[in-house]
């Protein structure tokens, strides 16, 4: 004897994920929730990055998105090599220049001023180093140093350093495209100081 069901009960179905659903007991009308996320306040790491006069705009435009996801301020030295206004960055496609906290320096002594008030550690990455940057304890208030693509930083920079760091390489190539390398040491840094976002 087969049994009738009654208007709106329904037939208890089995749907092809393998769950039953009973349409007295669920509608397609009436939406899930959807569950956000409660948001987690994370402290801004210190970190900084400084580019001693940067002379292809590519790798600073690297280097100052690496910025802005990590959360590092970004500082340029100048001169520079092209215009490195905010004009002159959004005409160059970075729409992520709002997210980034870029100071800019008319010289290296006007940074240098800067850097001694503040009382921040300079640590240049340099190939004529021999300190390994994994072998180096940072600290989270550094500013990682880095030289020109073409020509790095003069004797009077290097002597200003706190530290001088070198990215290990097999011998016999000479450097690393600067953007990576300041990945790299950013990594570093913030894995030490616990500044990862």
Known sequence: MVRSHRPGEGRPRRNPAGFYWH?????????SPRLTPAPIDRPKPA????????????????ILRLCACLGIDAHIIAPAGFPT????????GMDYLDTVALVRHASWRTFEAWRQKSGHRLLLFTTAASLSYLDYAYRADDVLLFGRESAGVPDEVHAAA???L??????????LNVAVAAAMAAGEALRQTGGIL
Do not use: E
Request: aromatic share 6%.
């Open 47 to 62: 970190m900084r990055i400084a580019l001693y006069q940067p002379d292809i705009p590519q790798n600073t435009g690297t």
């Open 23 to 31: 349409p007295c007991r669920f509608s397609a009308s009436v939406a």
């Open 162 to 164: 706190d530290a001088r």
């Open 85 to 92: 206004s905010d004009r002159a960055f959004r005409r160059a």
């Open 166 to 175: 070198v990215i290990p390489m097999r011998p016999g190539l000479r450097s």
